[in-house]
């Protein structure tokens, strides 16, 4: 009996061995959090093709949109609506730029790394609005240096 139990063990190890088993991320959308106000956090997220990440509507007026060239190549964006929880699965290598809708110009973005960021150079051309632009200049050189 004991071999048995000792063999089903080793059985169940092994198939489950190879199995990866996706991470979820939770982003808050906030009018104030550690970095100022009208603020993702954490703003920068580094994630596994496959992952997931839920944007969650802790303040009201807020929503979690795809920025047009800040997408791979052939990948479809998103936009979430106001004031909802939104969750999305991220299969595709990039860079993947997120903006507030209504408080883009205020510097209320994000960004997701999912595996090699294959889209670098397209996602730092985009030119941003207002605060946006340093947001996202400082993602760059901080985040992105320290891979």
Known sequence: MRKFFSAAVASAVLLTAGVAVAAEVEVKMLNKGEKGTFVFEPDFVKIAPGDTVTFVSTDKGHNAETIKAMVPEGVQGFKSELGKNFTVTLTQNGIYGIRCTPHYGM?????????????????????????????????????????
């Open 107 to 147: 510097g209320m973005v994000a960004m997701i790394v999912v595996g090699t960021p294959d889209n670098l150079a397209a996602a730092q051309a985009v030119k941003h609005p207002g605060k946006a632009k340093k947001v996202f200049a400082d993602m760059f050189t901080q985040q992105l240096a320290a891979k």
